[in-house]
Every structure is written in C-alpha cells, then in structure tokens.
C-alpha cells in the first residue's frame, strides 16, 4: 500500500524552513563522479530523496562505491568498471539517469543506458544528447530500447557543437555533453548550452576536479580535454525549486515566514513575477529571504516558461495554483513542456475554474478552492496541489504521495513546523481512479 498527505486548508504559515540541496545539481554532480581515474569525490548538502537513492542505486550498479556520511554528505570512488549498462529497472524510475551516460562513455569508451521513456509532462526526447556525443565521435545505436555508445578507440575528440532544440537549450543534454568533451582529445565548443545553475553547479565541480571549462553561466561552454580527471569535493547549491514552492506557499497562505538557504540569483524571473501579483520577497539577510503580500488579493498575470534565466518550467504548476485564487483572468503559457497541464483537471475537481488552450492554461480566479481527493503525479504538479490543499476549505487527501518524495525532503515536516495541519498516512484506497 502507498501513501497519502492529509491536509486541512485554511491555516497561515509562520516562522522559518530550510530550504535542502538541489536534487537537479545533485543528479548530474553524483554521474561526474564516474569521470575520476583516482580519488574521491565528496558531494555535500545531498537532500536525501527518492531520486537520490535511484541515482546512487544505478552508480553502485556501474562500480562507484558509495558511503552516507554525516546526513547530507556522500564520499563516491570508482573501484571497478566492469558494468557499463544502466539497467532498465532503475533507469525507467528516473529519467535523469540519462546523464551517466556522457560520463560513462568519455570514461570507458562504452556505455549502455535504457531510454528512459516519457512521463507525464511530455515526451522528454534524448536527440540532443545523440547529437552531442555523436559530434564528440560517438557511435550511438538503439538497440531494444538501450542507448549503446561507444568511443572509437577508447577516445572522443573535442567539437564544435550546436545543442540548442526547438525548445531552446537542453539541461541534462548539456550536462552529458559538457562531462564527455572535459576526456575528449582536443578543444570542444557547446553553442546553445543550458545556463541553468545547475549546470554551473557541475562545471564548478568538473573544473575542480582537473577539467578545463571557460565560460561557465554563459550558452557558450569551452573545454580543454585533459588526459584524466581526480577526484574533488563540492557542496550542493541549495534548490531554487523547492525555494520557489515556499514562497508561493507564504503567497498564497498570506503568511509572514521566512525562508533559508536562498539564493535569489537563481531565482529572478520568480521574484519578479510574485511582484507581479502582488507579492514581495525581501533578503533579511544573507541567503535568508521574507515574503510577504501588500493587499489581500492576489492580482492575475499572465506567465510563460523559458529556459534560464527565464520563468522556470519546474515551477509553473505551483504558479498556477496560486492564480487559481487570484483576481481576474490568468494566462500561463508552457515554452518547456507543452503538456505539462496535468495538475489542472486536479485543481479544477477543488473548484479551480481553468481550461487549456494548446500550451496554454487560461486560469479565472476563483473565491475558495475546496478540499478533495486528489492524485499526485508529476513531481510538481503534486506539490501544486499540496499548496492548494494548503489554502482549501476542508480536507485535501493527495495519494500517490511518492511522487512528492521524489523531490521534496521531509516535505511534511516542514509545512507542519511552519503551522500546517498535514499528515502523512496509509493509503487504503492506494488511490486508484474509478473507470
Ligand atoms: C531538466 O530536465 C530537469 N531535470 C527538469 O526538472 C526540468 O524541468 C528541465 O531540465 C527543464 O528545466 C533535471 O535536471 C534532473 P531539458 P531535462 O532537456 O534536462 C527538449 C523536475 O521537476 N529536449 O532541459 O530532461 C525537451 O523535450 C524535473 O525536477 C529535446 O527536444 O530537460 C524540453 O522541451 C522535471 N531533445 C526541452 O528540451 C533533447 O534531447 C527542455 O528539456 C532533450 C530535451
């Protein structure tokens, strides 16, 4: 049986919440530990998530030895590299596993990763990461739905690739691409790279660990291969995500709380657009910010999703759950994923008044959300519905809780030390929908 949050709406947050390590730096700085030849890589401020654990899972699998430190540190070393292939049954949990596959490649000269399929926010296709690696002198083959690359002669040679799609900049493509060209033979060029810190968080930690990587932060990424890199230590950034989810829940709860471990230089196009609606963040001090709203109502807006340093596209379902509440008429256009609507049908069955118009969400303010039954399902639509669970009339049940645990550490715990009434139980009904 899984699990269900139980959450009684209406009551105002206070008080102070830590904001934990960014699963999406996480993710990739933990595949940079296959890229070391010698030594240990030591990653702190780890948030401990469902995630994580798949990650450490498949590293484990592919010979890296990994030991938990104090709660949030994790000392990786490569000790054998006799298995080059992420399995299915990991890879299929965690799409982001794909970025072992740049690292595992440079490294050993072959890898062997599972698609990882779609989800429910779209089709997330792996074309980019073909692209990169393929202009790094990889064979790459599909081979019953495994990525099978292989390094000519053991080596890549440095490129001057392009990866910007028709979605704009890839993260987790470039991530790959970035820790391959830092092995390859000779100068590489990434034009169109993602600038999301993240992957500066990586590139940090690749030139730390012996690499030769120019123009970090910028969509022009340069790198001198070096012959083999050692192993080094970082700290994780905090998360801009999970930072973006409790100031919208402050916003909507009108509540007078503070929120720690923020770096507002991540975080921009959120402030500006919380200003936007009425809502204002202020840095007390360092990394420490408070929110607060300058009248009870919350004015619509219309929002669209870029690419960084545009409105990020992992906190758009949270947005909308606050536009749900606001005055007027609000437009939220998806330029990420344009299916990543699936928290609407969810909200409107607590009383939202939304529709979809192709990518986009046309979302009339209502009064009062009303508690009900709802179904987590991609890992921010769930935290969606926790905020608007949050400010509901009565009782909101969210099953499928595990989505939430994917990305959000102790995500209860903290909204109880905040105030909130919620409640993590069984799941008899395991929350599956009637026909
Ligand atoms: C990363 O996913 C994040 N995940 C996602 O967060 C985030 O939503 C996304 O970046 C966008 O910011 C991690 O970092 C682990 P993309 P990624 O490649 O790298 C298209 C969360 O909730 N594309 O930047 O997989 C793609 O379809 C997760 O924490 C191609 O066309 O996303 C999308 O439209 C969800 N071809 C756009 O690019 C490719 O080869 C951006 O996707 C790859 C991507």
């Given amino acids: 049986m899984g699990e269900k949050l139980v959450i009684e709406g209406g009551r105002k947050l206070s008080g102070r919440v830590q904001v934990s390590g960014s699963k999406n730096s996480a993710l990739p700085l933990l595949a940079a530990t296959l890229l070391a030849s010698e030594g240990k890589t030591v990653l702190k401020n780890v948030p401990d998530l469902r995630d994580i654990q798949t990650q450490i899972a498949i590293l484990r699998d592919l010979g890296v030895n990994i030991e938990k430190?104090?709660?949030?540190?994790?000392?990786?070393?490569?000790?054998?590299?006799?298995?080059?292939?992420?399995?299915?049954?990991?890879?299929?949990?965690?799409?982001?596993?794909?970025?072992?596959?740049?690292?595992?490649?440079?490294?050993?000269?072959?890898?062997?990763?599972?698609?990882?399929?779609?989800?429910?926010?779209?089709?997330?296709?792996?074309?980019?990461?073909?692209?990169?690696?393929?202009?790094?002198?990889?064979?790459?083959?599909?081979?019953?739905?495994?990525?099978?690359?292989?390094?000519?002669?053991?080596?890549?040679?440095?490129?001057?690739?392009?990866?910007?799609?028709?979605?704009?900049?890839?993260?987790?493509?470039?991530?790959?691409?970035?820790?391959?060209?830092?092995?390859?033979?000779?100068?590489?060029?990434?034009?169109?790279?993602?600038?999301?810190?993240?992957?500066?968080?990586?590139?940090?930690?690749?030139?730390?660990?012996?690499?030769?990587?120019?123009?970090?932060?910028?969509?022009?990424?340069?790198?001198?291969?070096?012959?083999?890199?050692?192993g080094a230590t970082a700290t994780v950034i905090p998360d801009r995500i999970e930072a973006g989810t409790f100031m919208v829940a402050a916003a909507m709860t009108g509540s007078d709380m503070l929120i720690e471990n923020v770096v507002l230089d991540h975080l921009g196009a959120v402030v500006d657009k919380l200003a936007e609606v009425g809502v204002y963040v202020r840095e007390e001090e360092e990394g420490v910010v408070r929110v607060h709203r300058d009248s009870p109502d919350l004015r619509a807006v219309h929002m669209t999703t870029l690419p960084y340093p545009g409105y990020p596209t992992d906190i758009q379902a949270q947005l909308v759950s606050m536009l749900a509440v606001a005055k007027g008429i609000s437009v939220v256009t998806e330029k990420v994923f344009p299916d990543r609507f699936i928290h609407l049908a969810e909200l409107n069955r607590m009383g939202a008044d939304i529709h979809k118009e192709g990518a986009s969400a046309i979302v009339r303010g209502v009064e009062k959300l009303a508690g009900a039954p709802v179904m987590a399902s991609d890992l921010r639509a769930s935290a969606a519905l926790v905020l608007a669970g949050l400010v509901a009339e009565g009782t909101t049940e969210i099953h499928r809780v595990y989505h939430i645990d994917r990305g959000y550490e102790k995500i209860e715990a903290k909204l109880k030390a905040l105030g909130a009434s919620v409640t993590r139980v069984e799941d008899k009904t395991g929350g599956a929908p009637c026909d």
Avoid: W
């Avoid at 299929?92 to 890898?111: N, T």
């Avoid at 990525?147 to 490129?159: E, S």
């Fill in 69 to 230: 430190r104090e709660p949030s540190t994790l000392a990786c070393r490569v000790e054998h590299e006799r298995s080059s292939c992420a399995r299915y049954e990991l890879v299929s949990q965690m799409r982001a596993s794909i970025c072992v596959l740049g690292p595992l490649l440079a490294k050993r000269g072959y890898a062997k990763v599972s698609l990882p399929g779609g989800c429910v926010i779209g089709l997330r296709p792996v074309d980019l990461h073909v692209k990169g690696l393929r202009a790094l002198g990889a064979e790459i083959d599909l081979d019953h739905g495994y990525l099978v690359a292989r390094a000519p002669k053991g080596r890549l040679r440095g490129a001057r690739i392009f990866l910007g799609g028709s979605m704009g900049s890839s993260v987790l493509a470039t991530a790959n691409t970035l820790m391959a060209a830092c092995l390859a033979d000779g100068k590489t060029i990434i034009e169109g790279a993602a600038c999301e810190p993240e992957v500066n968080d990586l590139a940090h930690l690749l030139n730390r660990m012996g690499a030769t990587i120019e123009g970090i932060g910028t969509p022009q990424l340069t790198i001198t291969g070096v012959p083999e890199l050692h």
